[in-house]
């Protein structure tokens, strides 16, 4: 990850009170299984996990939910 990006990943966790945020952290966004791939302007990007690989962006907090690598949620922002 770029210096950049690093920077703007650490006031991600630091901003919404995330210190258990890692790349590669497995996240259910939207109903959908994504792997965090890193940072887009101020929020999340991750990779679908279904197969054909395409890239999201998304809000750290908005419908999301953080797991462990069972999928076991941790972490659950969901309404």
């Known amino acids: 990850m770029k210096k950049s990006d690093q ?12 210190p258990f945020l890692e790349i590669g952290m ?5 109903r959908q299984a ?10 999340l990007k991750g990779e679908l996990i279904n197969g054909d690989k395409k890239t999201i962006n998304f809000h750290p ?11 076991n949620v941790q972490h659950d922002y969901r309404k």
């Open 7 to 18: 920077f703007v990943f650490e006031n991600i966790k630091q901003q919404y009170r995330m």
């Open 26 to 30: 497995n996240v259910l966004v939207n």
């Open 34 to 43: 994504v792997k965090i791939t890193g940072v887009s302007h101020s929020g």
């Open 61 to 71: 907090t908005w419908e999301t939910a953080y797991c462990d690598e069972n999928w």
